[in-house]
């Protein structure tokens, strides 16, 4: 049990990456809050971008994508390398990128959607909730957690802000993916500040394994509450149409 729980109907949310609804009876619970976690490069932003970008434009379903470590024009210019054009998605209302860096480093920007004040997570929090209230987002991706925690001084507020944080989304009725680092997966570290695993509803864990000389990706479902869902590792890859999951098996 965690420390929420939240109210499951039973309906799923696509995921949007091809092979991985397979993994988890059909797609994310609906109105839950998902961690993706793993370590620098993994593809943590690609797979949550691909949720909002996919959600958009296969399911008709409005997203939020909270982008706290690169500038809405750099993700923006990195998703185009896979073939999807956020800006026509956010023209019809249906994407909202909001701009969480650049107000950090002075420079004014453009963007329609700028996180102002980064400093104060009750502002933060606020501005969230406005955006997704403003094109009525049924999806929101968050990258990063440790990006807003980063200026918290204890565990203890961290661990505040992370419940508070959890029961906004919640009470909006989104389905969310928040992005963490995982320091240490294989010695059981799998997030952070060890606490975001405790308010998700489920675990997603992308991984780096070297196999003849080569770095693999590999990704587990590490738990999904309510969901059967097998504790293997499955090879996946970032190919030029984003990521793909290969559930039968070895691909490698
Ligand atoms: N167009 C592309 N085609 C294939 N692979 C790509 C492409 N663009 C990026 N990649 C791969 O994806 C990786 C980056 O993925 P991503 O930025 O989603 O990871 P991340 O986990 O968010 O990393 P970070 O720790 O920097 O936030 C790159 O290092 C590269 O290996
Ligand atoms: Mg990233």
Redesign the pocket.
Known sequence: MGIMSEPFSGKRIKSGIPGFDDLIEGGFPDQSTILIT?S????????VAQYIYKGAEEYGEPGVLVSL?ERAKDIRR?ME??GWDLEKYEKQGLIAIVDGVSSISGIPSEEKFVLEDTLNVDNFLRYIYRVVKSINAKRLAIDSIPSIAFRLQNEGEIRKVLLKLNTILLEMGVTSLL?TEAPDPKGGKISKYGIEEYISRGVVL?DLQEKNIELKRYLLVRKMRGTKHSMRKYPFE???RGVVVYPSGEIY
């Not at 620098?40 to 797979?47: L, W």
């Open positions: 793993g620098t490069g993994t593809g943590k932003t690609t797979f470590e990195e390398q896979f992005t992308l970032i190919t030029s």
